[in-house]
């Protein structure tokens, strides 16, 4: 079943990352988060990770309400631990959702918080490839040591 799960979380993975101006980071100890765009130029991040879960969700990510009530029904969804009150839900397996399912959750998580970013947010996801990196390349320059990611 380990092969099974890391073949999926590969799978997912790869899958949010082709997102338009998705980015990755590693925190809070062994969660890959999602971003809508880098969090330097005020990305909101949209699903987690889990790499080490075992007694908890393997995957989180924000629903809305209306998503997150539908959501909540299914055997194997609950509230995400510290997110629920942003409407995030939690699966605590690979197998709560089938694939494409997930999938189509996960592309609606990251649409549904990229709606709700601020104007001026939503004018730098706007901004032509070069222009984002560069002003990315900038923005994290900028940060204190240690807060580059």
Known sequence: MANASAHLLDTVRAALLELPRVAETMQWGSNLVFWTMDKAVGGKMFALIDLDAVERPVLA???GPQRASHLLEIDGIRPAPYLARAH???CDSWQAL???QLLLELRAAYEYVGSRMPARVQRVYELPTKEYRALVRESRAALPTG???
């Open 61 to 63: 990510f924000a629903a």
């Open 88 to 90: 995030w839900v939690a």
């Open 98 to 100: 089938p694939l494409s």
């Open 147 to 149: 807060r580059k990611r």
